[in-house]
């Protein structure tokens, strides 16, 4: 079985004990991961507050930051067969999207890296004579990273790229399930150059090494991806230490098609929504909010593409829906579609786990009109739409914003004045409008409401890794007079 290492103060370690990961392709174990306990988080921590404070890093520039980043972007797009291969086997993912997802990767870390010494401070125009003020960004400390097991490489460059640009020196927690990609990463943050202890990555448990993590004294921010329930215990835990913290949470995205949207279009983003990563992914398009007189016509097309997919080994170029990346997964959707079935919402296609090896769950559409389905309602993060009619535009709105959550959405239509109404009306952090699932590293992403706050992506995530400082420089010679009296 292959081995993989923590990465902890710039060397590659064994940790307190190990695990065994399993291929979700085959259901068996193929590597075996180091795991992270609380004396290895206290030691990757303590490297990186070392790192911020009295390292190299701590004396670089702005633009020697950035060339750093500019060397780990080239080796990530270098690499990214050899990543994509792994995310593919540790994750079940389907290698055409890995490969393609993580060459995309190295465009984060460029963007950031051009980003490095364009992090301006400020000059404040003081309402005190012989005065100067001005504000300082500087880092906001040591960064907690914790990311879930989908697109890993992907969910810590929004984190990395950022926190890097500004100075941060971070602990990067991957995944208990499938963190070999992240691992092996670490190997070209190594052979990029940065100084030990700037980033450190390890792997482990939730509540013996996310928590440890997350509640450390020297922690200044948690970045946190991942369900809402453990998000929870992030926040909880940041009443230890106090560290501020964002999160990118899961979401129950509406898909919105009006009968004068390009139908054909639509249905292969909706395709795209919901069945890509094999559901898997926390911008999923999970619930059809179809206009009524097109419902029968809409269905009909998805039901085709969706019986069309072509289902096997993650590792095959032609493969488009794989399997899932746990046995906890599956059973968690298995266990939701009954739930929804016997509601009353009605199976168009899939809905059975299939005879056989690995966790794959085929591509599965519930109609849920006039039904009180818990699929409308519940995140699933798995191949399963969910399908509701509207007759009116207010309709599709209120059907829409009727989510305790609020990450992405989509709509469907020809006519310009209502996609304005609606993506003005939509009560979420990424409106998609005669698309779906795009992504770029100078569009800020994030939610609304369960869905988290802060926003990864563009210029503003990197001043969000930084704090200010403000200094006040007396610029006068004469004594300081009446000591008494507040200056
Ligand atoms: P999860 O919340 O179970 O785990 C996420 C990470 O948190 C893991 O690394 C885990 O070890 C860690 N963790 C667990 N307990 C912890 C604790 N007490 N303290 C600190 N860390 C702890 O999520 P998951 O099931 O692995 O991933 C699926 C969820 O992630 C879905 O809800 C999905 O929507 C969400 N997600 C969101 C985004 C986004 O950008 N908004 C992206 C991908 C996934």
């Known amino acids: 079985m292959q081995r993989f290492q923590l990465y902890i103060d710039g060397a590659f370690c064994d940790g307190e004990a190990?695990?065994?990961s399993v291929d979700p392709a085959t259901g068996k174990a193929w590597a075996q991961m180091p795991e992270a306990r609380e004396a290895d988080v206290d030691r990757a921590v303590e490297s990186a507050h070392k790192a911020l404070y009295d390292g190299p890093w701590s004396k670089l520039t702005a633009t020697q930051r950035g060339k750093l980043l500019y060397k780990l972007a080239?080796?990530?797009?270098?690499n990214a067969a050899r990543l994509a291969e792994l995310e593919t086997l540790d994750t079940g993912k389907i290698i055409r999207e890995t490969?393609?997802?993580?060459?995309?990767?190295?465009?984060?870390?460029?963007?950031?890296?051009?980003?490095?010494?364009?992090?301006?401070?400020?000059?404040?125009?003081?309402?005190?004579p012989d005065m100067e003020v001005w504000l300082r960004r500087e880092p906001v400390g040591v960064v907690a990273m914790v990311v879930p097991w989908n697109s890993q490489l992907f969910l810590s460059a929004v984190k990395l790229g950022p926190a890097l640009a500004a100075g941060c020196t971070l602990v990067l927690k991957a995944s208990e399930d499938g963190p070999a990609p992240l691992l092996e990463f670490a190997r070209l943050v190594h052979e990029a150059g940065f100084p030990p202890g700037v980033v450190n990555i390890i792997t482990g448990f939730g509540p013996s090494c996310g928590a440890a993590l997350g509640r450390h004294p020297r922690i200044?921010?948690?970045?946190f991806t991942g369900g809402p329930e453990t998000a929870r215990h992030v926040v909880r835990n940041s009443?230890?230490?106090?560290?501020?913290?964002?999160?990118?949470?899961?979401?129950?995205?509406p898909f919105i098609v009006f009968a004068d949207a390009d139908l054909e279009s639509a249905a292969n983003a909706q395709v795209a929504g919901i069945f890509a990563a094999t559901g898997q992914s926390c911008v999923a398009g999970s619930r059809l909010i179809v206009e009524a007189?097109?419902?029968?016509?809409?269905?009909?097309?998805?039901k085709r593409k969706a019986e069309a997919v072509r289902i096997g080994s993650p590792l095959d170029m032609a493969t488009e829906v794989g399997p899932l990346a746990t046995a906890r997964q599956r059973q968690h959707i298995d266990a939701l579609v009954?739930?929804?079935?016997?509601?009353?919402a009605r199976v168009v296609t899939g809905g059975r786990v299939p005879v056989g090896e690995g966790f794959y769950y085929p591509p599965t559409i519930l109609d849920c009109d006039g039904v009180d389905s818990p699929s409308l309602a519940e995140e699933f993060f798995g191949p399963v739409l969910s399908v509701v009619s509207f007759e009116t535009e207010e309709e599709a709105l209120r059907l829409a914003n009727d989510t305790v959550y609020g990450l992405a959405s989509g709509v469907f239509t020809q006519n310009l004045t209502r996609a304005h109404r609606l993506m003005k009306g939509i009560r979420a952090g990424v409106v998609w409008v005669n698309t779906y699932r795009a992504v770029s590293p100078i569009a800020p992403f994030g939610g609304f409401g369960l869905s988290g706050h802060g926003r990864e992506g563009g210029l503003a995530a990197a001043l969000d890794y930084t704090r200010t400082k403000t200094v006040w420089l007396r610029t006068s010679d004469d004594p300081i007079p009446d000591p008494f009296v507040m200056r």
């Open 293 to 302: 007189s097109v419902k029968d016509r809409f269905l009909a097309l998805l």
């Open 239 to 253: 009443a230890e230490n106090l560290a501020s913290t964002s999160l990118e949470l899961g979401g129950k995205s």
């Open 74 to 78: 080239d080796l990530v797009a270098a």
């Open 338 to 344: 009954e739930r929804s079935s016997a509601a009353g």
């Open 220 to 223: 200044a921010h948690v970045a």
């Open 18 to 20: 190990s695990f065994d």
């Open 99 to 128: 490969s393609a997802q993580i060459a995309y990767v190295a465009e984060y870390y460029r963007y950031y890296a051009g980003i490095a010494d364009k992090i301006e401070g400020s000059y404040l125009p003081i309402d005190k």
